[in-house]
């Protein structure tokens, strides 16, 4: 009797096979970055290389995704609690901010264009960080989707905590943290070659 | 469903009764959303035996587009003289027929059927057609899984292979043909609109169709990681999975890891095409005007591609090494010989793909200093690759062989793997490479060693397995006579073609009447394309043979018609979703009990007896 219950409750580990499975594809997405960043630095050592300086709004837009997971994180967290308006407003203000994120970086590339006077297509160390940052741009969109599947969850459904619902959350917001986690390596990655 | 009458349970049945692990699966009934009509069923089916047959019957498909291709530039590389007025209905527009009636092949369409061919066939038919089909049927069976972790994401997977496949035949429509730059899309040629008619939209479309073929690859990809980690079922431990799954593990994790490298210089390469950009393009001037591009690297491209390209021919080749490693185990009753110097040498073949790429490299002009490194690398990656070798002859040596066509081909997949291993190491050689790059040698070795090899391993699984695809068996004979004229005429193809090579004959050229020095090699051409023809017929054979079998083969009335030890073969003829009508099996031993203690084979779930030690 014993033995059988033991192995009904078998199972190989504890993360989810579902949220493993997004880990492995963030690896994925990594690799792609990698790679532009080593391009990025092969390009710069041959030369005909324009420097200039990461646009100011780069910051603001960090500063906005940053915030952006924080609420996101506290939105599970009131999720959890059943703390249904918290819940539903954090996880609102968290996808705002991913908007002003794209907003941010937009204006970014703007300052590139207008203030350092490197369109795309003057110069290859403008071009780098144009092609880098719309890359990760894209997958922030992506996340901008999942938000706004969460929010139709928060917003028409009714507040229960189960674990499928706990589940998707979890994986919102590791993707969320992800391409967060992916800016803030960009941007050092751009800061530490200007210096 | 469940109840099966207790009689008739076979040894492997009721060793399943017995220690079997209850999930529960079939107590909720779910309505079975995965097969509840014909469209969940056969279309957008979530169930993985379904989805491998589906990418199965595209990768056909596609092969017979991309062999069909051949047999044309074939022709005009063996015929050039001859009138190809009668593909005039085929291919219209491009070729043109003089007053005298004679038609000849453009040579822009010539560039854009070898690139296409390129690319169909390492892509669709041996990365999609081979992994996606048999990581697909195999893992869930072989760990002791209902399915993939994700089995709607592994839909998904096919249906982005599909709309890839879409894209790329559509863009052989297009009134400025398809993207004719070659499969490895080098800039300029790639990134200039301007340098050949494929390469404004025929190029645009190529670029999209792989990168949902990228998406479809990373979401089969990290279902087949993930299921392999944590589905496995109770005892089934690492160092007990058949070598088939050790194969598609690393090919998923080497995919995972070196596709979005691709992706990135696409995305490269198309701002430089549409964006005005110059991280490929140099000072270039296209007749007599300069274009905007200053100081962009071209090598830089050839080592982003290199760095998926490399790793990408062994995504092709660990999963038929796979495929063979097991087939050869089976059919010749003797447990793989070396198991666990086998999985090392997978994993080892997986590490050193990654820093080899620039073997591709070594005449595009990188530091010859750099080069060595390159040369050393790719030297060290004969070594496992000899292991391997080793073992399954090893295998075979002193067997109970039983030649069907599974076997035949696996042994013929050997037999290729070392032909076309041993002229790679003269080319990791950057000094002989120097002669060899770019000839008809490069040409011959790779086609012998993956696309050949490759094939071969894909035969080997497709006989193999068709009878758990289908429930019946494909016809043996076919399949024998099939061997003999693919194995035979692949070798009357290919070895001439290193001839030419060494005495300097370029790859990719239309036309070699202008070169006096060629003149010679005219009637070895035509020998080659010959044989090209003939083994076209047999693939022909093979493709009757195959849907023949579907609907009319001899049915297949035991579970394990082999005698094979492998899960697979412990469930239902005609595994309904959920693989096991009942409990998953549990695994006791490992996979390569052959001969063991006077008993022809003992099966996975078979507990071990009193003292016995597991496996290796
Ligand atoms: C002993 C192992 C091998 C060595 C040392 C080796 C070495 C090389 C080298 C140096 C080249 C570049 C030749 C040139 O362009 O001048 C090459 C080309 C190639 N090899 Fe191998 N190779 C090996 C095994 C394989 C295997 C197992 C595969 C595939 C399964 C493979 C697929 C290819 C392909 C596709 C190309 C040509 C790509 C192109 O230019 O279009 N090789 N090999
Ligand atoms: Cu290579």
């Keep these: 009797m014993d033995i059988v219950a033991k192995e009904n409750t078998f199972k190989r580990s504890k993360i989810h096979p579902k949220k493993f499975a997004l880990g492995v594809a963030c690896a994925s997405i990594v690799m792609m970055f990698v790679a532009l960043s080593s391009a990025y630095m092969v390009r710069e050592a041959q030369g005909n290389w324009v420097e200039f300086a990461i646009p100011t709004k780069f910051f603001f837009s960090t500063a906005a995704l940053l915030t952006s997971s924080l609420c996101l994180h506290f939105s599970y967290f009131f999720f959890k609690k059943e703390q249904t308006v918290l819940y539903r407003s954090l996880l609102t203000t968290a996808f705002f901010l991913g908007i002003a994120f794209v907003a941010f970086q937009y204006q970014g590339w703007n300052q590139i264009m207008l203030e350092a006077g490197l369109p795309l297509g003057a110069n290859p160390s403008a071009d780098f960080v144009y092609a880098i940052t719309f890359l990760h ?28 619902r706990k589940l998707r959350f979890e994986m919102t917001i590791l993707y969320w943290h992800f391409v967060d986690f992916l800016w803030l390596y960009l941007l050092l990655f751009l800061i530490f070659h200007k210096m | 469903m469940a109840t099966i009458a207790k009689e008739h349970l076979t040894k492997e049945e009721s060793l399943i009764e017995e220690l079997g692990f209850d999930d529960h699966f079939h107590d909720h009934h779910h309505g079975d959303k995965y097969q509840s009509n014909f469209i969940t069923t056969y279309i957008f089916s979530q169930d993985h ?9 595209t990768g056909m498909f596609w092969a017979l587009i991309g062999a069909s291709m051949s047999i044309i530039f074939r022709l005009q590389l063996g015929f050039p003289e001859e009138s190809m007025a009668w593909l005039k209905p085929l291919l219209g527009k491009w070729i043109t027929i ?51 972790a994700s089995p709607m994401l592994n839909m998904f997977s096919y249906w982005f292979f599909f709309l890839a496949g879409l894209i790329m035949f559509f863009s052989l429509f297009l009134s400025t043909g398809p993207f004719s730059g070659g499969w490895t899309a080098y800039p300029p040629l790639s990134a200039l609109p301007q ?44 160092w007990r999975l058949p070598l088939t799954i050790w194969a598609f593990f690393v090919t998923a994790i080497l995919g995972l890891l070196s596709f979005p490298v691709l992706v990135s210089g696409l995305l490269l390469v198309m701002f430089d095409k549409g964006l005005g950009t110059s991280f490929f393009l140099s000072e270039i001037f296209i007749g007599g005007a300069p274009l905007d591009h200053v100081g962009g690297s071209p090598v830089l491209y050839q080592h982003l591609f290199w760095f998926l390209g490399h790793p990408e021919v062994y995504i092709i080749i660990l999963p038929a090494m796979g495929l063979v490693s097991e087939v050869l185990s089976v059919h010749s009753r003797k447990p793989i010989f070396g198991y666990k110097a086998m999985v090392f040498s997978i994993l080892a073949i997986g590490f050193l793909s990654f820093i080899v790429w620039a073997h591709h490299m070594f005449m595009s002009g990188v530091n010859p200093w750099i080069s060595n490194f390159f040369v050393l690398f790719t030297l060290i990656i004969a070594v496992p690759s000899a292991v391997k070798v080793f073992n399954w002859i090893t295998t075979l040596y002193g067997g109970n062989v039983r030649f069907t066509s599974a076997c035949l081909f696996s042994i013929g997949f050997v037999s290729m793997f070392i032909s076309g291993g041993l002229t790679g190491i003269f080319l990791g050689n950057s000094a002989i490479d120097i002669q060899m790059h770019d000839t008809y040698f490069v040409v011959a070795h790779f086609h012998i060693v993956m696309g050949i090899a490759a094939f071969f391993g894909m035969f080997a699984g497709i006989y193999h397995w068709f009878p758990k695809m289908y429930g019946r068996f494909m016809n043996e004979t076919l399949g024998k006579m099939h061997f003999w004229g693919t194995m ?14 060494m005495a300097g004959v370029p790859r990719r050229y239309y036309l070699f009447s202008n070169f006096d020095t060629f003149s010679h090699f005219t009637e070895m051409n035509k020998f080659i394309t010959v044989a090209a023809i003939i083994v076209f017929m047999f693939q022909i054979l093979f493709v009757v043979n195959f849907f023949y079998s579907i609907f009319k083969g001899r049915k297949v009335t035991t579970k394990n018609p082999w005698g094979a030890t492998t899960l697979e073969w412990t469930t239902p003829i005609n595994a309904g979703h959920g693989n096991w009508p009942g409990k998953i099996p549990t695994v006791q031993r490992w996979a390569y009990d052959y001969g063991k203690d006077g008993r022809e084979f003992i099966s996975q779930v078979e507990p071990l007896a009193e003292g016995e030690e597991d496996g290796h």
């Design chain 2, 195 to 238: 340098a050949s008619e494929g390469s404004g939209a025929g190029m645009t479309m190529w670029v999209i169709s792989l990168v949902f073929f990228v998406v479809s690859v990373l979401l089969g990809g990290i279902n087949y990681i993930t299921t392999v980690l944590n589905l496995r079922t109770k005892g089934m431990n690492m």
């Design chain 1, 137 to 164: 741009a894209a997958h922030v969109l992506g996340g901008l989707i999942v938000l706004i599947m969460a929010m139709i969850h928060a917003f028409y459904l009714k507040h229960r905590v189960t674990e499928r």
């Design chain 2, 488 to 501: 035979i005429g692949a070798y009357a193809i290919f070895w001439p073609m290193h001839y030419l090579g």
């Design chain 2, 98 to 148: 003089n007053e005298a009636g004679i038609g000849t092949l453009a040579p822009e369409f010539y560039y854009a059927l070898v690139t296409m061919h390129g690319t169909i066939i390492v892509f669709f038919v041996l990365t999609a057609g081979l992994s996606g089909t048999f990581s697909n049927l195999l893992i869930p069976l072989q760990v002791g899984a209902r399915d993939m």
């Design chain 2, 49 to 57: 035996k379904m989805i491998a047959k589906q990418f199965l019957i």
